[in-house]
């Protein structure tokens, strides 16, 4: 418990996660606002339209996650950490845990909130949450969001500079997977095994909407395995990320 609040004071301490939490607060529900009072008779507002946006939250949530392990050792306060606690690996999955708790936390603020906007700005639309596909697509978004900050955590361990860690995290995220699925015949065949793929399929399983459209693919899991799946490779690589972090210097 000492560890965990240690690594919350020491986050808590900078700027970076306010404004990044600020950011994505801000993108992903007021891009939901843009889109609720866009939509009309032929692109009708649901529940799933009001969460078409969450992915971007969710990156600017991992650039913090990330952060939070590179700053440490841009500035050298790792070294000390290191020297404080008996044990690498303790430190860290602190600073994991701590991390991906407030990771959830914003997911659901901003999925909670785009879903209430979209309300707001058209209150005649079909808005209620009836189905456990809408609640997994609203609700679930918090999951995501903390596996994500995991996966960006394990990345800045490993990678240790804000530019490189930063750089990975968005190009994979923003174009590789997408990019992926433009090889002719196996893009899609490979798509479908990707992770974060994989977490928008639990999202967006049985919530389609003319933002989804198109997407098609045949996941390998249902709903949950794909999260289970998501969930398995973020964790692997966190598990990559200690051993080389407990082998190598400060």
Do not use: H
């Not at 939901?32 to 939250?57: C, E, H, K, M, Y």
């Not at 090889?183 to 977490?199: D, E, H, M, V, Y």
Request: charged share 15%.
């Amino acid at each position: 418990m000492t560890l965990l609040a240690v690594e919350r004071i020491k986050l808590f301490s900078t700027r970076s996660p306010w404004w990044c939490m600020a950011l994505a607060t801000a993108l992903t529900i007021g891009l939901a606002a843009v889109i609720a009072a866009n939509t009309d008779d032929r692109f009708p507002l649901t529940v799933s339209v009001s969460q078409g946006f969450s992915n971007f939250g969710m990156v600017v949530i991992m650039v913090m996650a990330a952060l939070a392990v590179t700053t440490e050792y841009r500035f050298g306060t790792i070294r000390a950490t290191f020297l404080a606690v008996p044990g690498r690996v303790q430190a860290l999955l602190a600073k994991t845990v701590v991390v991906a708790l407030l990771a959830a936390l914003v997911g659901e603020v901003v999925a909670f909130g785009a879903w209430g906007v979209g309300k707001l700005i058209k209150p005649d639309a079909d808005m209620a949450i009836d189905s456990a596909a809408e609640w997994r697509g609203v609700a679930g978004t918090g999951l995501v969001f903390a596996l994500a900050a995991v996966l960006a955590v394990a990345v800045g361990i490993l990678v240790r500079q804000t530019a490189g860690a930063v750089a990975i995290l968005l190009v994979y995220t923003m174009l590789a997977e997408s990019l992926v699925g433009l090889i002719p015949t196996l893009g899609s065949k490979i798509q479908r095994w990707l992770p974060f793929q994989n977490a928008t399929n639990f999202q967006n399983a049985g919530n389609e909407s003319f933002l989804t459209e198109g997407d098609g693919a045949d996941y390998p899991f249902g709903p949950w395995g794909s999260l289970a799946y998501f969930a398995a490779i973020c964790v692997g690589l966190l598990v990559v990320a200690l051993v080389v972090a407990k082998k190598r210097d400060a």
